[in-house]
């Protein structure tokens, strides 16, 4: 498969629907290829839901969708037990059975369910009863937040964001951007997103990209990234060892659907922001951004 062709042919027809955000769709899909999950910040109305939904629909797989909202309990995502007319113990499968989720709002979600997902994103299986019920093959999870400021959000857990291998900031449009928009609704109707790739194309996506070559000076430069979020004075918390993985399997993957067969720092300079954002705490008396704190590191690293 040309790993290349096939994300050029997703991305026309994801801007059927979608006016700009090239950087996004192609964070989104890296995430794909590199076996991961991403989560989508940013305010209301800047068309989080309409990516993810407009990238499931490029993919012959099956889709669900999860509303985040104060009362969504564990049960709402990972299912339920239930008696039969027979009297029998039935499992009745929540909507993490599938191969694209989108949860929508996460951080509108109580903690106790926010935690519910932890095992789903990280071994890919649901314990019910103590029996392990593995979920479809590929599973990737897209969660929306708001910004902390919105009311109504809870912050989430760091131990749940880590699961995430990217977080994805997604700013207000341009004005030009936004004027594409209205165009784009007002034909909407009458263009249908065709499929591209099944799930079975994922797969081999993903079997790929682990073939993809990671010279060593680009593996140094990723641990010295890493190993920098732990020693700078605003960070209360560096990015663990699972931030040098994510980089190391999202460089992959980028470089493989842009058609080449090795990474480089340009890559890794490009994913920084979005795998280490939600893994770094800083202080709050520092004065300095996430932002800020990985250009620094950037800057000073080269």
Do not use: W
């Amino acid at each position: 498969m040309d790993a290349k062709l096939t994300y050029s042919k997703i991305l026309t027809e994801m801007k059927k629907h979608i006016a700009g955000k090239s950087d996004t769709i192609e964070l989104m899909f890296v995430s794909v290829v590199a076996n991961g999950h991403a989560l989508l910040e940013g305010v209301p109305g800047v068309a989080k839901t309409t990516m993810t939904k407009a990238l499931a629909s490029t993919i012959q797989a099956e889709f669900k969708r999860i509303q985040g909202t104060p009362d969504l309990e564990p049960k709402d995502i990972v299912g339920y037990t239930y008696l039969d007319e027979t009297g029998a113990p039935t499992f009745k499968k929540g909507p993490v059975f599938t191969n694209i989720l989108l949860v929508d709002e996460l951080n509108r979600a109580p903690p106790k369910t926010m935690s519910a997902l932890l095992e789903t994103l990280e071994e890919r299986q649901v314990t019910i009863g103590g029996s392990d019920m593995q979920l479809p093959r590929p599973f990737t999870a897209f969660a929306t937040q708001n910004p902390l400021r919105i009311e109504g959000t809870e912050p989430l857990p760091k131990v749940l964001a880590d699961r995430f291998i990217m977080k994805i900031d997604v700013d207000y449009p341009s004005e030009e951007e936004e004027r594409e928009m209205m165009r784009i609704k007002e034909r909407e109707e009458k263009i249908a997103v065709e499929k591209v790739i099944d799930t079975q194309d994922i797969i081999e996506l993903q079997q790929q990209a682990k073939m993809i070559n990671m010279p060593d000076d680009v593996a140094t430069y990723i641990t010295d990234i890493v190993n920098a979020t732990r020693t700078d004075i605003h960070v209360v918390m560096g990015a663990s060892p699972r931030a040098d993985i994510a980089l190391m399997q999202c460089g992959k993957a980028k470089a493989l659907i842009e058609g080449r067969n090795s990474v480089t720092k340009d890559d890794v300079k490009f994913l920084a922001k979005p795998i280490l954002s939600h893994r770094i705490a800083v202080r709050a008396t520092g004065g300095v951004g996430v932002r800020g704190i990985v250009d620094g590191i950037l800057a000073t690293l080269g």
